[in-house]
């Protein structure tokens, strides 16, 4: 039998036959042998920790390399957008993928599917397997909206019989819902403002928030239609779920709605589809203000004229509101919001007010703008009269600009030489 190896250095019949100094010397030499395997030892485990740590990190490693072989091993799932559900007799819905082509395809009834969703079918039997998440994230859309406008009333000249209606509606509700009880008046689920461009349907809009102390959430229709394909219906469902969230009030401005809106024609196409499919859910939404106290719906169009009938249906906005071109005495105001903080001299707004007919808010807003840069032109070029203000005649030289560019962009001068003259 071989020798172990703890006898190999110590050797009992050795020993007995050491003298006493000889066995001190025996004691020392094996004192030191076992502090040298002491650390030999210590050496060993920690190469056998880094051992154990490199094998976990291969075991994981390993593990995320099947996960990875898995994957690309899975059939890919297409996807459709639900057309219609199906729901009177068993669990099915007609579904739309990308190419065009529809299916009727069953599902699972304990998926929370809605018209419009976007969801993953079996290769196979098409059938839906799950809803996927939306492509977009409401809140990214909605969150930076949210704000407390700080457009006050202030700052919309005329409009006077507009605003009136408007704090009647939305900011007296809002603030004493109580009285409208009192006198039997369903809350008001919003109103739809309705006029040529720049004429401060959003300004307004706006305004009444401030004065609602509301919040303010704005949508873009033709965007809803256009960035977010397929998504629209979802992304109105979920903005009006953000809004009842909130514990204030909220106001959902949506600009541009005859983008969404617009009279309803023949369901042929995809496109056409879409909008009526986010027109649907807007009007769901609206039916279902009654239950609550904190939202109001502002729309704002310039083309009454292409909306729905449907949505002009009494009981649907309670007020339908025009802003016209602002007349005489609005322009004069406007233009004295629009020039309150430019330095000038010798202005007479009257004079601003007769010269500018068929001129909105906005465009006088830009008289303004150019009449600045007008003075400022000419004060850097005049070294020796410099002039730090804006004067009337800068005024009247950037409406009479303001008409001539207007008048060009209506009847652009015809190109004598056609391709086919
Ligand atoms: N009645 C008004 N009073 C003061 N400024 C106005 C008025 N109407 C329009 N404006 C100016 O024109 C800008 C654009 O108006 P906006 O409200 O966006 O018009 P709309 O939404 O009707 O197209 C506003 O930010 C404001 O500066
Ligand atoms: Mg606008």
């Known amino acids: 039998m071989p020798r172990s190896k703890a006898t190999q250095y110590v050797d009992n019949d050795k020993l007995s036959t050491f003298e006493p100094n000889q066995l001190t010397e025996e004691i020392r030499r094996l004192r030191q042998m076992e502090k040298l395997i002491l650390r030999k030892k210590l050496a060993m485990e920690m190469k056998l920790q880094n051992v154990l ?43 739309r993928l990308i190419s065009g082509q529809m299916f009727v395809c069953h599902y699972d009834p304990n998926l929370a599917i809605h018209e419009g969703d976007n969801v993953a079918l079996h ?4 059938s839906i397997m799950e809803v996927l998440p939306s492509f977009i994230d409401p809140n990214v859309v909605a969150m ?5 406008p700080d457009t006050t009333y202030e700052e919309i000249g005329g409009l006077s019989q507009e605003i009136m209606e408007m704090r009647e509606v939305i900011e007296l509700s809002l603030s ?28 307004l809009a706006k305004a009444t928030a401030n004065g609602a102390q509301a919040k303010f959430l704005k949508l873009a229709a033709p965007e809803l239609v256009q960035k977010f394909i397929g998504e629209g219906a979802r992304l109105v469902r979920e903005i009006f779920k953000k809004a009842r969230d909130e514990k204030g009030p909220v106001i959902v401005f949506v600009d541009e709605i005859d983008a969404i809106a617009a009279h309803r024609t023949a369901e042929n196409q995809s496109g056409e589809r879409e909008v009526n499919r986010t027109l649907m859910q807007l009007l769901a939404e609206m039916d279902g203000f009654e239950n609550n106290d904190n939202i109001r719906l502002i729309a704002a169009t310039n083309r009454i004229d292409i909306l729905d009938p449907a949505i002009l249906r009494p009981g649907r906005f309670d007020r339908i509101i025009e802003l016209p071109l602002p007349n005489e005495a609005s322009r004069q105001a ?13 202005i007479h707004l009257e004079e601003l007010a007769q010269r500018s007919d068929e001129l909105s808010g906005a465009d006088i807003k830009a008289v303004c703008m150019e009449a600045s840069m007008i003075a400022l032109r000419d004060h850097l070029n005049n070294t020796k009269k410099a002039r730090k203000r804006v004067l009337q005649k800068d005024l009247l030289k950037a409406i009479e600009n303001f008409k001539t560019k207007r008048k060009i962009q209506s009847n652009p001068p015809t190109q004598s030489v056609g391709l086919y003259a």
């Open 53 to 95: 740590a490199d094998r976990d990190m291969y075991k994981r490693k390993f593990l995320e390399a099947q996960t990875k072989l898995e994957q690309l091993n899975l059939n890919p799932l297409p996807v459709a957008v639900v057309e219609k559900l199906i729901t009177e007799d068993e669990n099915r819905a007609v579904v």
């Open 123 to 126: 290769q196979r039997s098409m």
């Open 144 to 148: 930076e909206l949210m704000t407390l």
């Open 176 to 203: 004493q819902p109580e009285v409208f009880k009192e006198f039997n008046i369903s809350p008001p689920r919003g109103v739809l403002l309705y006029g040529p461009p720049g004429t401060g349907k959003t300004l």
């Open 334 to 346: 406007i233009f004295k919001i629009h020039l309150k903080k430019t330095p000038k001299y010798g």
